[in-house]
């Protein structure tokens, strides 16, 4: 009788020392989840800005590119060298408004 309170007795303790542990390891698998979760949470918000920076600079670009083709055109030559430069073509005739 007495060997099978020990016997209960010991299975008592495993079990509730097994339990305990079940508990301890649930509680911390489900922490490292939770900031797992929270930290692809952050990861995701950077991607969505660092994509919306890549894409602004891609506008950017395009910009810059067609304005360097502009400025190098021939038409925004002429433009400058006759606004700025008070230059005419060969056989050009010039008149000047003085009333401004």
Do not use: C, H, W
């Amino acid at each position: 009788m007495e060997k099978r309170r020990r016997i209960r007795k010991s299975r008592k303790a495993s079990s509730v020392f097994l339990r305990l542990f079940m508990l301890v390891f649930v509680v911390t698998v489900s922490v490292g989840i939770g900031r797992q979760a929270l930290r692809y949470q952050e990861v995701q918000e950077e991607l969505a800005v660092v994509t919306a920076e890549i894409e602004a600079e891609r506008e950017k670009q395009l910009d810059f590119d067609s304005r360097k083709e502009y400025y190098t055109s021939d038409t925004y030559i002429e433009q400058i060298a006759r606004e700025q430069l008070g230059m005419v073509k060969p056989n050009e005739i010039i008149y000047i408004n003085r009333s401004e």
